[in-house]
């Protein structure tokens, strides 16, 4: 159920039960859709953990669920796109 709302929001269909979804780019230029409503912190990788994460990584999103993800994207960027949806 959660990712046929998921995926209609994508698509653009206005569903009031559809979950907003961000879209934003991995390292590698991989398409990563999150719930901005599931994120909990974004932090830049620091010069001594940059090695933990992929070549290209300018944010970290840390999740409810304790997941880390890297993006491309900038933190305020990101931090933008979460406050237009909210």
């Given at each position: 159920m959660f990712r046929r709302?998921?995926?209609?929001?994508?698509?653009?269909?206005?569903?009031?039960?559809?979950?907003?979804?961000?879209?934003?780019?991995?390292?590698?230029n991989q398409l990563i859709f999150i719930n901005p409503y599931e994120v909990t912190s974004l932090r830049e990788p620091l010069a001594f953990n940059r090695g933990?994460?992929?070549?290209?990584?300018?944010?970290?999103i840390v999740m409810v669920n304790g997941y880390f993800i890297a993006v491309q994207e900038a933190c305020g960027d990101v931090r933008g796109k979460i406050k237009e949806v909210r």
């Open positions: 709302f998921a995926l209609l929001g994508i698509i653009g269909i206005h569903d009031p039960a559809a979950i907003p979804l961000l879209e934003l780019h991995g390292p590698t933990m994460f992929a070549r290209g990584s300018k944010c970290i």
